[in-house]
């Protein structure tokens, strides 16, 4: 059973940085997509950044040049890292990580792409 926990988050001034990470277990992680969203009070939830089996990278407009995506392979585990800076007010909302097994005609933009999730992790900017 893929399981997914995030660390990481917490409160920082505009202008900073954060790292959040996401300890994955229980899966063959060379066949899934990994990604990360957000969810701010009253809004949907969004994608912010996903890397891929060959680790393309690819970002939200409003992170891209700020947000950076990568991963961490070991046996049978992963850590995917989200490394924020430059960090603004608007970037605060729940974080969540996210696993989806890789489909070829699959729209990793979707949340509904993925099949597991983290519990989420606050991250509060403020100005």
């Known amino acids: 059973q893929v399981q997914l926990v995030e660390s990481g988050g917490g409160l920082v001034q505009a202008g900073g940085s954060l790292r959040l990470s996401c300890a994955a277990s229980?899966?063959?992680?060379?066949?899934?997509?990994m990604g990360w969203f957000r969810q701010a009070p009253g809004k949907e939830r969004e994608f912010v950044a996903r890397i891929e089996r060959s680790g393309s990278t690819y970002y939200a407009d409003s992170v891209r040049g700020r947000f950076t995506i990568s991963r961490d392979n070991a046996k049978n585990t992963m850590t995917v890292y989200l490394q924020m800076n430059s960090m603004k007010p608007e970037d605060t909302a729940v974080y969540s990580c996210a696993a989806g097994l890789f489909k070829y005609y699959g729209n990793y933009r979707l949340p509904r792409e993925y099949g597991y999730w983290g519990q989420g992790t606050q991250v509060t900017v403020s100005s």
């Open positions: 229980g899966g063959t992680f060379s066949s899934y997509v």
